[in-house]
């Protein structure tokens, strides 16, 4: 049987977004190519999953309990919801992460499912070994995503023209990138993909 693919679409929420509690700066760019993308692995049958940073309104992850963002992304607030240009296709599996008010969670490897399945035994479930990474953010969830799923043996892609950083530091972006691929992870873009 041919090794199965995975398309992840990470927190392509709206505070992440341009006027967002924590907007990053042209994150909406990324959503057309991004549906570009699940255009694509909808036609591959390959799957799709997009995670939501959700977190309770009082969490360490915020700066007023000893952590550094501003609040965002709060579960079930408007905040929270996907942006309303991403077209999720039909069959896409939702992840929910940054649950635990006492970590910070970056990771999709600590996202579940509303049955609390973990991505990591989803993934093995479908026989997933290698995985496309888009979204948001690049030094962050992007980041640790990646780290982890390395770790777990996965095939990782970046998809460069589909991710977005935060920037705390100017370069803090661009130094992800380079630690990623170090690690291993392949650099793709729609046009490599779409060839
Ligand atoms: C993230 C900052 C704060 C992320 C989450 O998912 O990349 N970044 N919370
Ligand atoms: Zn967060």
Redesign the pocket.
Known sequence: MKAKKALLV??VQND?CPGGA?GIPEADKIIPVVNRYLKFFSKKESFVFATR?W?PLRSK?FKDFGGV?PV??VQNTPGAAFHPKLKLPKGAIYLY??LDPKK?S?SSFQAEDERGMSLEKLLDFFKVKEIYIAG??T????KFTAHDALKHGFKVNILMDAIKG?NLKPNDSEDAIKRMVKEGVKKVTIKKLEG
């Open positions: 990470v927190d992440f924590l940073d977190h992850h963002w965002h992304c992460k940054g910070d970056y948001l953010a030094d962050y969830c992007v935060v």
